[in-house]
C-alpha cells in the first residue's frame, strides 16, 4: 500500500494511561451535581484507582480533597479529563505536558469544528503541544472514554451502570460521533457486553485508527464495532487494520455520510462511480474490515464475531423445527452465496433415524415440532452435523420466544464450542425481547440476530473474512518496467496542454503496459477510410478521434457495424457533420477505423486519483450500461490479479463471465491480468494521470480486448 502517513498508529502502550488509566484527575470538578465535572465524577463510581479532583474555588466537594492546580497533586495522574470551558483548555494542556501526565480527555467543544479562526488556533495550539511528548489527547468535543474492564466510565453523560457482563464475549465499541456511541452502548440491557466505548470527537490526536490498534491488543476486547464519520489519513486506518488482523480480531464498521453529492465531477464515467462511498468501501476492504451497510445491522454482527471462531469450513447447516423457517434460511443462503451442503448418505442415515419420516434429512433440516415429544433428536442431529468437515456453522431460528426454545438454542452453543465451530439463532418471533433472548445474546458460543438476512450476511462476511485472516502477506504486484513507464510519459508530453488525450494516444498508453487493444487506423477521408476498412476486414466501426468529445455515443461520432465501403463512406459523412456540431475542424485529428470485435461479454475498468484515497480502480459491466446498471466495485490501486479476480467475483453480473445460457465462459485470467495492468499505471503515474477509462473491455473465451479507451492527464 502507497498511502503516506502523517505519522504511525499509536501502539497499545502509548494509549494505555489515557484509555486504561491507573489513576484519574478531573479538572473543573463542581459541586453543581449538573456540571460536567460531577457527573464525570459519578460515572467513576466502580472505579478503584485514585480520582483526584482539581478546582482553585473549592478546598473539597463531597468529603473529597480538592486541589488547586494540576501541580498540587500528589501524584502525576495517568488521565486528566478537562471540564472546563473552552478559553479555558489551553492552559491546562500546558501544565499535563510539563507534569508528564499520559493522556487527556477534553470535552470542551467549538475549537476545530469552529467556524472562527481564533478557536481553531487554539486546536492547533493544543495538538502542536503534545506532539512530540508522551501526553496523548483525546477529543476535544468529545463524550469522554470508557473503560468498563477497569471502571474508568470518563464521561459526563448518561451511560449504563455496568456496561460489561461477566462470562460474555465483550465488544470494543468505537464511535466518532459520542451520542452514537453511547446510545448503542444501551444494547448491554438486551445482554451484549462492552468492554470499552471509545469516542474521538475532533480526533485532533488520538482518533479511530489509535483506538482500533489499542483494543486490537486489548485481550479483554474480543471484536470491535465502529461507527464511523471520516478519516484524514488513510494510510493510518491501513496500518491499524493490519494490527487487528494480525491479533486475530476483527473490526465491523458502519460508515456514515456516504453522500456523493459533495464529489467532484470528473471528465469520465469512473468520476462519477469511484466518489468517497465507493473510496471508503475500497479502504475497509484494504483494511480488512468486515462492512455493515446499516446502522441497525452493527452490534449484532459485532457480537457475532466476538464469540466466532476463524471459520474451519464455509458450509453451513441448518436445523430446524420448522418448515418454514428452513424455506427462509435457504432463499438468504443463496442471496449470500452461502453453502448449505447437501448429507452425504452416511450423514442422511444418521438424520433419518432421529426424524420422523414427514420431516426432511436435507439441508435445510426439519426435525419438525417433534423435538417436544423427542427433545434428543435435535442435539443428535446436530452433532452428526458437526462431525462433518464442510460444516463450520449450525443455523437454527428462533419463531417463538418461550424459555425452553432459547435453552435448546443454548445448549446447541455449548455443543459447537467442543467442536471449534459456531451456532446461530435467526429471531423470527415478533416479540424480539422477549423470554430467554437476553440469555442466548448472553452465550458466548451462540449468535442471536433480529433477520433471517442479517444471519447470512453475517456468516458470508465471516468466511470473506476467515479467508483475509489466514492469508499470508499480500504479494505485491510487479511494477511498469522502465520501458513502459518512458512510453506512458512520452505519450503524456506530446499532449501538450490538452488534459485529454485523444483515444489513439491513450490506447498506445494502455497497449505499452499490457493491455490488450484493438487494432486501428487514424483516417482523414471517406475514400482513406473505406480502404483502412478493406485492409482491417469487415465489419468496422467508425469513430471520431476528439478530446472534445470523451463519450461518443452521446454525441453520435461512433457508427457500428458498418459492412461495405458506401457504408463506411456514409458514416463517414455524418460522423464528421455530428462532430462540428460540438467541436471545430481544428479539434478533430480525424476518424478511426476499427474492426468489430465479435459480441461478448462488456466490462469497464476505470481508474482514478482520489484526493483522499489516492489511486483507485474501478471494475464494473461495461458498454453503455455502465452507468444504468450501476454494478461497479472498487479498490485502492494497485491490485495484483489474484485481487482482480476476487473484485469480478463481487459483480452482479459475474455470472456472464462465468458462462451463461450455453455461452462459453470468458478468458477471466486474462481480463484479471488487464485490470492489474491499468491500477499499476494509474498507481506508477498518480502525479500525471488523473483518470482512465476503459470501456468497454470485449471479453470472450478467446480474447480479451479494450475496444475503447481514455487517458485524463493530472
Not at 335 to 346: A, C, I, K, T, Y
Request: hydrophobic share 45%.
Amino acid at each position: 500500500m502507497s498511502l503516506v502517513s502523517s505519522r504511525a498508529v499509536y501502539r497499545h502502550q502509548q494509549t494505555r494511561r489515557l484509555l486504561a488509566p491507573t489513576s484519574i484527575a478531573i479538572v473543573g470538578a463542581s459541586a453543581n451535581p449538573a456540571s460536567f465535572g460531577a457527573r464525570t465524577v459519578g460515572n467513576l463510581h466502580s472505579y478503584a484507582g485514585p480520582i483526584h479532583l482539581v478546582n482553585a474555588r473549592y478546598q473539597e466537594i463531597d468529603g473529597r480533597p480538592c486541589f488547586a492546580s494540576l501541580s498540587a497533586l500528589p501524584e502525576v495522574p495517568d488521565c486528566v479529563f478537562v471540564a472546563v470551558p473552552r478559553d479555558a483548555v489551553k492552559p491546562v494542556i500546558e501544565e499535563c505536558v510539563r507534569l508528564g501526565v499520559g493522556g487527556v480527555v477534553i470535552f470542551a467543544s467549538g475549537l476545530g469544528e469552529s467556524s472562527n479562526p481564533e478557536h481553531q488556533a487554539i486546536q492547533r495550539d493544543i495538538v502542536a503541544m503534545t506532539r512530540d511528548t508522551g501526553t496523548r489527547l483525546l477529543g476535544p468535543n468529545c463524550l469522554g472514554m470508557m473503560n468498563a474492564v477497569n471502571g474508568a466510565l470518563g464521561t459526563f453523560t448518561h451511560i449504563p451502570v455496568r456496561l460489561r457482563l461477566e462470562g460474555c464475549r465483550s465488544i470494543g465499541l468505537i464511535s466518532q460521533s459520542g451520542a452514537l456511541g453511547v446510545g448503542m452502548a444501551q444494547a448491554v440491557e438486551r445482554g451484549v457486553s462492552f468492554s470499552h466505548v471509545l469516542t474521538s470527537g475532533n480526533g485532533c490526536d488520538v482518533d479511530a485508527a489509535d483506538q482500533i490498534a489499542y483494543l486490537a491488543n486489548d485481550p479483554d476486547c474480543d471484536a470491535i464495532a465502529c461507527v464511523f464519520e471520516g478519516v484524514t489519513d488513510p494510510g493510518r486506518l491501513i496500518e491499524a487494520g493490519e494490527i487487528a488482523r494480525q491479533a486475530g480480531k476483527a473490526v465491523v464498521v458502519y460508515k456514515i455520510g456516504t453522500s456523493e453529492s459533495g464529489a467532484e465531477a470528473a471528465l469520465s464515467h469512473t468520476g462519477a462511480l469511484a466518489g468517497s462511498a465507493a473510496g471508503y468501501n475500497a479502504l475497509f476492504e484494504r483494511a480488512g474490515f468486515v462492512v455493515v451497510d446499516q446502522y441497525e445491522h452493527l452490534l449484532e454482527t459485532a457480537a457475532f464475531f466476538a464469540k466466532a471462531p476463524p471459520a474451519r469450513a464455509e458450509g453451513v447447516a441448518v436445523l430446524t423445527p420448522s418448515g418454514g423457517a428452513g424455506i427462509m434460511a435457504a432463499d438468504q443462503a443463496e442471496v449470500f452465496n452461502v453453502s448449505l451442503p447437501q448429507p452425504g448418505p452416511e450423514l442422511r442415515a444418521v438424520l433419518e433415524s432421529h426424524i420422523p419420516e414427514f420431516g426432511s434429512s436435507r439441508n435445510p433440516c426439519d426435525v419438525t415440532a417433534q423435538i417436544l415429544n423427542n427433545p434428543a433428536s435435535f442435539p443428535a442431529c446436530a452433532e452428526a452435523f458437526l462431525r462433518e468437515e464442510n460444516i463450520g456453522a449450525i443455523v437454527t431460528p428462533f419463531p417463538t420466544a418461550i424459555q425452553a426454545s432459547a435453552q435448546r438454542n443454548i445448549d446447541l452453543g455449548n455443543q459447537v464450542r467442543a467442536h471449534g465451530k459456531m451456532a446461530c439463532v435467526f429471531e423470527l418471533t415478533g416479540w424480539q425481547e422477549g423470554p430467554g433472548v437476553r440469555d442466548m445474546e448472553m452465550s458466548p458460543h451462540l449468535a442471536v440476530f433480529r433477520s433471517t438476512a442479517s444471519c447470512f450476511r453475517t456468516l458470508a462476511a465471516w468466511h470473506r473474512w476467515s479467508r483475509e485472516l489466514a492469508r499470508t502477506e499480500a504479494s505485491t504486484p510487479p511494477a511498469l518496467a522502465p520501458a513502459q513507464v518512458e512510453v506512458v510519459r512520452a505519450a503524456l508530453a506530446a499532449a501538450g496542454t490538452e488534459r485529454t488525450l485523444p483515444e489513439g494516444p491513450s490506447r498506445g498508453v494502455l497497449e505499452a503496459c499490457g493491455v490488450p487493444v484493438v487494432n486501428n487506423r487514424l483516417v482523414n477521408s471517406a475514400d482513406a477510410a473505406a480502404e483502412a476498412a478493406s485492409a482491417l476486414g469487415y465489419p468496422v466501426a467508425l469513430k471520431v478521434e476528439t478530446p472534445d468529445l470523451p463519450h461518443k455515443t452521446d454525441a453520435g461520432v461512433l457508427r457500428l457495424n458498418l459492412k461495405d465501403a458506401t457504408a463506411v463512406r456514409e458514416a463517414y459523412a455524418a460522423i464528421m457533420a455530428n462532430a462540428l456540431k460540438a467541436t471545430t475542424a481544428d479539434r478533430i485529428n480525424g476518424v478511426l477505423v476499427q474492426p468489430m470485435i465479435p459480441p461478448g461479454v462488456e466490462i469497464m475498468v476505470g481508474a482514478r486519483v482520489d484526493p483522499l484515497f489516492g489511486p483507485m480502480v474501478v471494475v464494473g459491466m461495461g458498454g453503455i450500461l455502465v452507468e444504468l446498471l450501476k454494478d461497479t466495485v472498487a479498490s485502492l490501486a494497485p491490485v495484483d490479479t489474484q485481487a482482480a479476480h476476487a473484485l469480478l467475483r463481487r459483480l452482479r453480473g459475474y455470472r456472464l463471465l462465468q458462462g451463461f445460457r450455453g455461452s462459453e465462459p470468458a478468458d477471466v485470467n486474462a481480463l484479471a491480468e488487464a485490470i492489474s495492468r491499468i491500477s499499476l499505471l494509474i498507481h506508477s503515474e498518480r502525479e500525471r494521470i488523473a483518470e482512465i477509462d476503459v470501456n468497454p473491455i470485449i471479453c470472450s473465451a478467446t480474447r480479451v480486448v479494450a475496444v475503447d479507451g481514455l487517458v485524463v492527464k493530472a
